[in-house]
């Protein structure tokens, strides 16, 4: 008993952490890279770090290595949740950014974020079906550079005569609060729903100023957005079966589909001009006029559809392979009535899991899951007439703890080591190292005892 309250403890501390975590994510940079520039940040998929992992792959998965796992990336995959399950975990990012200067020497910065990232909840409903609900990251938001031109054109230092600096920064992001439902219908056919409530606030603002010309004033313009509404998930899941020499039925060849619809969502936009001094100490004085000041405009954003196909081959508690090809429809993305102008993107996912001996009593890296993924992606982002593309590897354990009778406790770690833009065209190549650490709970929670 001592050891189930702990258990519950320990998992409500992780929700409330990781709702506040999300929370304050949208207020607060956890990117930094300039990418997320575009549209409305860097767009994050619904999936967890035991599926990030394996490439990212997750339309065609449900069950990995015999333990419950929510999929948010397809509902439909909550028909197979039988016990009730608990993640929340957390993320670190490293991103290394680098640029050819105009003189042709290398440029670069380092950055570093840490966060809470995500909860989600899997409850049976019955032997057929269950529901899920969480928190999860959708788009972070968060970059800041400077160009320097000279006298308002061509290229130069920041000490050339009368030389303007054009500083951009953005900070923000949204989540994504969601309730989804799978059936079970029969033996093969898998299908579900999310509903969900995207919300977060994004900041963006652009400084142009003239350090060296005395008396100029300098200006800042602010584009805001306090976003909230609903947007709906849906998928479909069908497993074809096999046995074994002795009957049992343990490999499954699964596809899968799911989607994300293109729904709009509300907006609170504002967009102000101001003009701006610093004083003798180079602090930044407060605003001295504001140009333009439009505040509480109620507009939309009318979000893409995204679809993803997958496939998988799993053998029960031994390995589980898989393949995604995710077609995003960005070309839609508008803001405020407004096309981003941002292209559709293409991502492929390939990765799998390995188990080598889910039984053994004696050796704990026998019953360790090890895997391993691949991503290539053609973006949504066009640069000077160059697509930004992005390829990463990703590897991760499933690390089973000391778990009770009906108890299936794990912790799920993932890193991804990728790549994302290029050093041609004056484009910044991005270098970066996500880390996933996300803790895992099965047990049966709702359950009637029989006393005979």
């Not at 579900?192 to 603002?205: E, K």
């Not at 990463?392 to 890193?415: E, M, Q, R, W, Y």
């Amino acid at each position: 008993m001592i050891k189930y309250y702990t258990r519950a403890l320990i998992t409500i501390l992780l929700a409330v952490i990781a709702f506040g975590a999300n929370a304050q994510s949208n207020t607060t940079s956890t990117t930094s890279s300039p990418y997320s520039t575009f549209g409305l940040g860097t767009y994050t998929p619904s999936l967890l770090p035991q599926n990030l992992a394996m490439g990212g792959i997750g339309a065609a998965v449900n069950n990995v290595s015999g333990y419950n796992n929510i999929n948010p990336l397809n509902p439909a995959s909550y028909g197979m949740i039988n016990y009730t399950t608990i993640d929340a975990g957390l993320y670190a990012t490293i991103d290394n950014l680098s640029q050819t200067g105009a003189n042709g020497a290398n440029m670069s910065a380092t950055n570093a974020n840490f966060r809470l990232s995500h909860v989600a909840f899997g409850i049976p409903v019955n032997h057929h079906s269950a529901l899920s609900f969480g928190l999860l990251p959708y788009s972070e938001l968060g970059y800041n550079y400077k160009q320097v031109q000279s006298k308002g054109f061509g290229t130069g230092s920041s000490v050339d005569t009368n030389a303007v600096n054009y500083i951009y920064n953005g900070t923000g992001g949204l989540s994504k609060a969601y309730l989804g439902y799978g059936y079970h219908i029969g033996k093969h056919l898998l299908v579900g729903a999310n509903v969900s409530y995207i919300f977060g606030n994004l900041a963006q603002y652009t400084e142009t100023e003239i350090p060296t010309l005395y008396g100029t004033l300098d200006s800042k313009v602010e584009n805001t957005n306090s976003v909230g509404g609903v947007n709906y998930d849906y998928g479909i899941q069908y497993s074809f079966d096999f046995a074994d020499a002795t009957g049992n039925i343990n490999k499954h060849l699964v596809f899968g589909y799911s989607a994300s619809a293109n729904t709009s969502i509300s907006t609170t936009a504002g967009y102000v001009v101001s003009q701006y001094t610093y004083d003798s100490s180079g602090n930044q004085n407060l605003a001295a006029d504001s140009l333009i000041n439009r505040t509480g405009t109620k507009s939309s954003i009318r979000l893409p559809q995204i679809n993803h196909f997958g496939v998988s081959f799993q053998d029960d508690g031994h390995f589980l392979v898989g393949a995604d090809y995710t077609m995003g429809n960005w070309s839609s993305l508008t803001i405020d009535g407004t096309n981003a102008g941002l292209q559709n993107s293409k991502t492929i996912n390939v990765g799998g899991s390995f188990t080598p001996n889910i039984n053994a009593l004696r050796n704990y890296w026998a019953r360790t899951d090890y895997r391993l993924g691949f991503i290539y992606e053609d973006t949504y982002i066009n640069v000077n007439n160059t697509d930004i593309k992005k390829t990463a590897v990703t590897f991760g354990l499933g690390l089973p703890l000391p778990n009770g009778l009906a108890t299936f406790d794990k912790i799920n770690f993932s890193a991804e080591i990728g790549r994302e833009g290029t050093l041609n065209n004056g484009l910044v190549k991005e270098n970066y190292v996500n880390i996933h650490l996300g803790f895992t709970l099965n047990d049966k929670w709702f359950q009637r005892f029989k006393f005979q």
